[in-house]
């Protein structure tokens, strides 16, 4: 039941939080695009320029409502928006132009009056007799709690602005949000207590408790569970057993006299008698995660339940084996029986993860709001295969035989040397890359590059129409950028925050912050201090992927640092936007610009500035060899005075596996490096492991490869990768040092004390749970590393690599004494008298 509907206005994004546990939120586009992932109405009053696509994207982002105007309405209705996400926005003055179509078109009305008359809302509600009303009065004042009874009484609600809602004690300009939710709601017990059910967030029953006035305000305000003992006062669930609650929401029933409270239960359980649910044992798929939750944490070692969880091969094995049992199930009792084992090694997986039923659910719920759909078909290597046609019932689990999986005709694997028989000079060329052919990819670009230096914006449109095929009459967007442009799915949102958290927290650590200062002799004090370079770009490759993640590791040490200007440039899509992830990561870095222009042309434009773009003074991050070309060409020519990060090259990945290595987990590190371009670098040095180890290592590389999107890709890098056969640990880690790896994975037994030995690498991961995935996107390390060898000499991009440092030194006239002869003597001593006499005329002056 809606009590009423908060409406966010220029006060109240504190209240933002609370309020979601008590229901939907009225929110701005340009609100929304910043807000937490919570249940929002979007308010398009404001925003006549929304489109079609920009409402079903919202819708499709999980938006519960959109309210607009009349005309947008009438134009909107029948466009495929179901009337239950659809609600009208009426002046009180307009209800008779509203047509029967409009009418039967839409869930609500969102009717702004002058002052609440309840005859006249009364009317329009019985106009819209199968809509919920929502009232938003133009009085300074919100309403008392005896007039939201009224309205509710005639089947409206009021619109409260967060400007009217308090924290504090009710007033005549303000009311406090647990006044006005607990407005209607009635007890027919002498006590004057509510009946209250306590759920999980599935909605399954925990207890029975009461609540009174008090109790629900608190935990409106706090989030957590509180309730009202009947003996002893105010009960704050989990004080003193420290089985806590977090309240996820708190609804009225339909009849306004029981409460529903949906929690986060910390602890053993709601009830006393140490279990989940006061009303007996739980059942079902809750059950089975409680069963799991508790294996995951306490099965034996040797068990099978811990071999699940601790063998991803195993439990990938047993969730593709039970689709397959699944698929060919023809009988009611058999498709139950294999769904249900389906069902449990899935939630094995969830479980191992940290997915509950929760988040599951709410996967499902954001899937059921969207309002377009995808075709639906089956991946290619799934669609080629051929169709299943069963003939009889499926055997029960005891009898089921191994299923074979039809693969391509060719085998995707890697070529093998051994160090122990090769000679010295094919060991050198099991170092080498790719060969670069810097001189011929500079002749290339310097064209391109001299034509934006010389013709600025004009060049830059017509190479970006004739590259990446985006006509363009503007190269360059500045803040504040369009909400819309920035409209991405909410967990993607909630990952690039998480990300960004992360990042942000280990390069901060990073900043140089303090001034170094050194008495080097008495009277002569040097110091050393850091400071941001000024103006930064950031070049973010678009491509065969979209890199939000190298806008983030780009972005984030340039905000860290300091830098005055930040100006990113990634190539524009076809229809001449930027991927709305890159978007919203430009907007989180506090970009001063994104330039939307890739390869020479767009490293040529940050080099020398252009009518609209700002010049740089140092240009970061990956590309192809274009952009490699262009960015060596510009650092090396004085009129552009603007210095690189890095050389750059294909992505690489080195593996260093002992006999504890897993299969699928090395399988996986080398593939997620193959699938960046077919000229990745894979290298795998194996410790004295058996044939048979390395067959089941090339088996998953094979097996995993055909099930990936990008296979087709994988298929020409991973033919040109190579697994390096070593006899020891300190031969693989050698050979490593010696090749120096953008990534370096250590599947070894003593991983951690192994790391000491490294001189060579980007970064190391270390152990059989650090994938290098982790480190592309969120545990807070750069990906911006060295490649082709590099990391001999570079460090991999940090906070530093956005920040100068300066000296100063400051002598005192004693100081000078001390020093100045030994001045005057080397600067003699190289025949520069002027040199000595800056001394000496100091020294002659303080006698």
């Not at 094995?348 to 993860?353: E, I």
């Amino acid at each position: 039941m809606t009590v009423f509907l908060p409406l966010l206005d220029d006060e109240g994004s504190d209240l933002v939080q609370v309020l979601a546990r008590i229901g939907p939120i009225v929110v701005s586009p340009s609100q929304f695009a910043d807000l937490p992932n919570n249940r929002y109405y979007i308010n398009l009053e404001n925003s006549p320029d929304a489109t079609l696509d920009l409402i079903l994207s919202w819708l499709n982002q999980g938006v519960e409502k959109v309210i607009v105007p009349l005309t947008s309405a009438k134009e909107l209705i029948g466009t495929g928006i179901p009337p239950e996400r659809l609600y009208l926005l009426l002046d009180v003055g307009s209800v008779s132009a509203v047509s029967d179509t409009v009418r039967n078109g839409v869930s609500g009305v969102f009717l702004k009056t002058p002052a609440i008359d309840i005859d006249l809302i009364s009317s329009v509600s019985k106009f819209f007799a199968n809509s919920a009303i929502h009232v938003l009065p133009a009085t300074s004042f919100p309403p008392t709690p005896s007039t939201i009874r009224e309205l509710l009484s005639i089947g409206a609600a009021p619109v409260l602005t967060t400007s009217q809602l308090t924290f504090s004690a009710t007033s005549t300009d303000r009311i406090n949000v647990a006044d006005a939710f607990l407005a209607p709601i009635v007890s027919d017990r002498h006590d004057g207590l509510f009946p209250t059910i306590v759920a999980t967030e599935t909605g399954h029953s925990l207890g029975l408790v009461y609540s009174s006035i008090e109790s629900v305000k608190e935990s409106i305000i706090t989030g957590k569970g509180v309730y009202q003992s009947r003996k002893h006062g105010l009960w704050r669930k989990g004080e003193t057993s420290g089985a806590t609650q977090e309240v996820v929401s708190i609804s009225l029933d339909c009849d306004s006299d029981g409460l529903e409270f949906r929690v986060k239960q910390a602890g053993a359980g709601f009830c006393h008698l140490n279990r989940q649910s006061c009303f007996g044992e739980i059942s079902g798929l809750p059950a089975l995660e409680s069963t799991l939750r508790s294996r995951l944490a306490y099965a034996p070692e040797g068990s099978y339940t811990h071999r699940l969880f601790n063998d991803p091969a195993l439990l990938q094995s047993k969730i593709m084996e039970e689709a397959d049992e699944l698929c060919r199930a023809v009988e009611k009792k058999d498709v139950a029986f294999e769904a249900a084992d389906l069902l449990y090694f899935a939630l094995a997986k969830c479980v191992q993860t940290g997915v509950g039923i929760a988040e599951i659910e709410q996967s499902l719920d954001a899937k059921a709001k969207r309002v377009t759909r995808r075709p639906g078909n089956a991946k290619p290597q799934r669609s080629k295969q051929p169709e299943v046609q069963p003939t009889a019932p499926v055997a029960s689990t005891s009898q089921k035989s191994n299923t074979t999986i039809q693969k391509s005709d060719t085998t995707i694997r890697m070529r093998t040397s051994d160090l122990t028989t090769v000679t010295p000079e094919a060991r050198l060329e099991l170092l080498k890359r790719p060969i670069l052919k810097s001189d011929e990819m500079i002749g290339k670009v310097k064209p391109i590059v001299d034509d934006v230096r010389t013709r600025g914006d004009a060049a830059l449109v017509e190479l970006t129409a004739k590259f990446d095929k985006a006509k363009l009459t503007s190269t360059v967007v500045f803040p504040p950028f369009a909400p819309e442009t920035m409209q991405i799915d909410p967990d993607v949102r909630a990952a690039i925050d998480q990300a960004y958290s992360n990042i942000h927290k280990f390069h901060e650590a990073q900043l140089d912050k303090d001034t170094l200062v050194v008495e080097t002799m008495p009277g002569v004090v040097c110091s050393r201090f850091a400071r941001p370079i000024r103006r930064v770009g950031l070049y973010v490759p678009g491509g065969t992927a979209i890199l939000p993640s190298t806008a983030l590791m780009l972005g984030i040490p340039a905000q860290v640092a300091g830098c005055k200007q930040i100006i990113l440039a990634t190539p524009p899509r076809a229809d001449g936007s930027i991927s709305p992830e890159v978007m919203y990561v430009a907007h989180r870095v506090g970009a001063s610009a994104i330039l939307k222009a890739g390869g020479a042309q767009a490293v040529a434009a940050l080099a020398y500035g252009t009518e609209t773009v700002p010049k740089v003074d140092k240009i970061f991050g990956p590309g192809n060899q274009w952009v490699t070309a262009a960015k060596m060409l510009v650092q090396n020519d004085t009129d552009a005075l603007v210095s690189i990060d890095m050389p750059a090259g294909p992505s690489e990945v080195l593996v260093i596996a002992d006999h504890t290595a897993n299969p699928a987990f090395v399988a996986a590190d080398l593939l997620s490096q193959a699938e960046h371009g077919v000229d990745s670098q894979v290298v795998l040095v194996a410790v004295n492991l058996t044939a048979e180890k390395l067959a089941d290592i090339e088996r998953e590389v094979d097996a995993q490869a055909n099930a990936l999107t990008r296979v087709e890709i994988v298929r020409e890098s991973i033919p040109k990768s190579v697994i390096v056969k070593t006899s020891s640990t300190d031969e693989a880690i050698a050979f490593s040092n010696d090749y120096a790896p953008e990534h370096l994975i250590l599947h070894l037994e003593d991983a951690p004390e192994r790391v000491a030995d490294i001189d060579n690498a980007g970064s190391v991961f270390v152990g059989q749970f650090t994938p290098e995935s982790c480190g592309d996107y969120a545990s807070g390390t750069n990906h911006t590393l060295p490649t082709n060898g590099y990391a001999r000499q570079f460090s991999g991009v940090n906070t530093l690599s956005f920040q100068k440092h300066i000296t100063s030194q400051q002598i005192s006239s004693e100081g000078l004494k001390n020093v100045g002869p030994v001045v005057a003597t080397l600067a003699d001593c190289e025949g520069l008298d002027a040199h000595a006499n800056a001394v000496r005329i100091r020294l002659r002056a303080s006698k």
